[in-house]
């Protein structure tokens, strides 16, 4: 791109009405959300934090739900058992059922009538709104911008000089959600006097009570700030001094932030902009000063309670909001997450404790709040070992991006090895000596119902394996001794758990009759289904790779079934995940049309990622199967979107096997394109241009020294050439060029 494109890229408009709350455009500083919406002449600032909770109901692990117990009462169908193990508290009055983060409210910006809302415009290369209108005679002015400080949650609105002042009305969440609020002990706010904002007392002493203020400085200025009495905010809030280095720093640390940033630029279709505006969702999200991104990070509506309490769900949703990190270099904004972790881990230990009687374990439930405090009553969730094994994964990509060997010995390394000590609790061994997992989940299948298990979960096997291949990598790093323990998974511990199929049952892949991914022993997936968990061994866990010839027929088998039940069943951030899928499954033309229509069914029409389809007949999430366009209610979550911003980088340079592969999820279409220092494990920068339909070069940097595998996107007589093998000191740049 050029200097002028790329500044085209890092600016968007949003044209009014823009009708509802998630409608709007965002700011973020990873701890406040800021969402511009309205209509007319009312301009609409919904606000959002998110680390204010009410703790109330969260549970922690209990000695009776011991893994021998689980699989007692299941082998015995025992479902009042099941259910008294896992159940909440029984409710009392004016208590939560469970923890969940706040809404906050909103201010409505009352312009005079003849004042009529138009555009805004986000730049994204400095975190800012402009927000213009038309006046009485129809010509257009810009009212003001709006920014967030750095490190402060501060909002402030900077007015034009010609601009008109609005009438200020306070909208506290409140208004929408007072009557639930009120059935679990919380008191009406405590508006002020002189109307400049209000305090929301929790009922829980531990909890932080919120105050929102705002106020006009001179004719040129509108601040508000939304201040927790727990973390000193108030006093940054007050602070002249603090707050305008903070204004300052804001500007500078993004222009910093799109100059670190991997160049993409895939013209025609949507992909420049599903990128640049995906990466300044994940920097608002995930800024390293922030707070560890829930499901809807700081922007938490003010018209229903969060759904799903707007908590930390482990089984794919936190992962998906950090997948961008890795690939782009912002490892940094890992650090919130991982600290979060380590504060938790003697509640891990705990659990594991109680769970697996093991003393050095680690166990993280699916569903969680930032206290680690379980959140419901889904069983199934709550023993899906996966969710650790996936955050030791995160944990161990860092490593294996950045090279910090300290980071791996302190805390990656041993949290990796306790995940593993649980695993090891759980087997059984048969006896012709191999390793079984007598009773595991496959996430979501089924729900909590009494048959929502079985016996060697694909899921549970694919990260099990993952993680003792990446220890037994680690300890050779570090000098420390293997476990037997993990070489004896390698070998005796099935990969995946196969069934055979025939007919037309696996969709017309390859190999005709023969075997197929299950879900569990026995149970090929019978429907179509959000959660593409047993598939995970391909993609995130990276255990199989289907050109390898051995394993290719299970792989198109595995496929092809997949792809015939469909997308009927499916959330919104199930479609990125299947975009990667089918990157590795080399069908080059899905990604595009998976993210084209993702951006069709699970945004509305202010770029808002939805849980649910925004309209019938594409899937039966959240919508009936006919004539729905219902827009109360919006479920927004952060994961699909960032899925899809990773899914783009995956799409143009991914690693399977150790082996880089290029443009291997871009489509014919793309004829031109190009990407300049997209990361990729093993500490490489790859930049590659494709002309014509054709790679014609390909660059590599080494941070760090390294051997470099390539698959050539070069071919000869149709065939792909053999791999390229590059041993690279660290510092060390190469360029391969192909003929165009």
């Not at 709040?369 to 030791?392: E, L, N, V, Y």
């Not at 569990?520 to 866990?541: I, K, M, N, T």
Request: some cysteine; glycine content about 10%; proline content about 6%.
């Amino acid at each position: 791109m050029t200097t002028e494109e790329t500044t085209a890229a890092l600016r968007h408009t949003w044209h009014f009405p823009l009708p509802r709350t998630h409608t709007g455009a965002l700011l973020g500083n990873g701890t406040l959300g800021v969402m511009v919406w309205g209509e007319e002449n009312i301009l609409r600032i919904t606000l959002g934090r998110a680390d204010w909770w009410d703790h109330r109901g969260g549970r922690q692990w209990t000695g009776a739900m011991n893994f021998a117990a689980i699989r007692r009462l299941l082998e015995a169908g025992d479902e009042p058992g099941i259910r008294s193990l896992f159940s909440a508290a029984p409710e009392r009055p004016g208590e939560p059922r469970q923890p969940s983060v706040l809404p906050i409210g909103r201010f409505e910006l009352v312009f005079p009538e003849a004042i009529k809302l138009a555009i805004a415009v986000l730049d994204m290369r400095e975190g800012e709104i402009s927000v213009f209108a038309t006046d009485e005679t129809g010509n257009r002015l810009l009212l003001g911008a709006l920014d967030i400080a750095l490190r402060s949650p501060v909002l402030r609105l900077r007015f034009a000089a010609n601009a008109p002042l609005p009438r200020v009305v306070c909208v506290p969440a409140w208004e929408h959600v007072g009557c639930h609020l009120r059935s679990i002990s919380f008191r009406e706010p405590e508006i002020k006097s002189d109307g400049s904002g209000w305090t929301q007392q929790t009922p829980a002493p531990d909890d932080a009570n919120l105050t929102v203020r705002h106020a006009f400085a001179g004719r040129d200025e509108w601040r508000v700030s939304v201040a927790l009495d727990s973390d000193g905010d108030s006093k940054t809030a007050a602070d002249h001094d603090f707050l305008a280095a903070s204004f300052e720093a804001r500007a500078a640390w993004w222009r910093d932030y799109w100059r670190r940033v991997p160049r993409v630029d895939v013209p025609g279709g949507n992909w420049n902009f599903l990128y640049h505006y995906g990466l300044y969702k994940f920097a608002s999200l995930t800024a390293p000063q922030g707070i560890a991104a829930t499901l809807q990070g700081p922007w938490i509506e003010e018209y229903q309670m969060p759904p799903w309490s707007g908590d930390y769900h482990f089984n794919i949703n936190v992962q998906m909001c950090y997948w961008p990190a890795f690939q782009s270099g912002l490892w940094e904004h890992l650090t919130p997450l991982f600290a979060m972790i380590e504060r938790w881990l003697p509640i891990l230990r705990q659990n594991a404790k109680k769970f697996a009687g093991i003393d050095d374990g680690y166990l993280l439930p699916h569903a969680v709040d930032d206290r680690c405090g379980i959140i419901g009553s889904f069983w199934t969730g709550t023993i899906d070992h996966a969710c650790t094994a996936w955050i030791g994964k995160m944990m161990y990509d860092y490593w294996h991006y950045t090279g910090d060997a300290a980071f791996l010995r302190r805390l990656a390394f041993p949290f990796m090895v306790g995940v593993m000590k649980v695993y090891s609790a759980m087997f059984d061994r048969l006896p012709d000596g191999s390793l079984s997992m007598p009773v595991s989940v496959s996430p979501e299948y089924r729900g909590a119902s009494m048959n929502a298990w079985g016996r060697n979960a694909s899921f549970q096997l694919a990260a099990c394996h993952w993680l003792a291949n990446a220890l037994e990598t680690a300890a050779a790093v570090l000098g420390e001794s293997p476990d037997p323990v993990w070489r004896e998974i390698r070998s005796k511990l099935p990969k995946a758990s196969l069934v055979s199929i025939s007919g037309n049952a696996g969709g017309g892949g390859e190999g005709g009759d023969g075997r197929a991914i299950a879900l569990w022993d026995g149970l090929l997936p019978e429907e179509s289904h959000r959660h593409h968990s047993h598939l995970a061994g391909f993609c995130p866990f990276d255990i199989f790779d289907p050109d390898d010839l051995r394993i290719r027929p299970v792989a198109a088998n595995s496929a092809g079934h997949w792809v015939a039940l469909g997308m009927g069943k499916w959330s919104g951030w199930s479609m990125p995940w299947a975009a990667m899928l089918h990157t590795r499954f080399g069908n080059t033309e899905m990604p595009e049309l998976i993210t084209d229509l993702w951006e069709r069914v699970f945004t509305n029409e202010g770029h808002g990622t939805l849980h649910d389809a925004g309209f019938s007949g594409f899937t039966l999430m959240g919508v009936p199967s006919m004539d729905a366009h219902s827009t109360k209610g919006e479920i927004m979550q952060m994961d699909a979107g960032m899925a899809v911003t990773a899914a783009i980088m995956d799409a143009l340079v991914h690693v399977r096997g150790g082996v880089i592969h290029l443009f291997g999820g871009v489509s014919k279409r793309r004829q031109n394109c190009r990407f300049e220092n997209i990361r990729v494990e093993g500490g490489f920068h790859v930049s590659a241009v494709r002309e014509f339909g054709r790679v014609v070069s390909v660059r590599l940097e080494a941070t760090r020294a390294g051997k470099c595998v390539i698959a050539s996107p070069w071919s000869l007589s149709g065939k792909p050439k053999n791999l390229i093998t590059l041993d690279l000191a660290a510092g060390e740049i190469r360029e391969i060029r192909g003929k165009p």
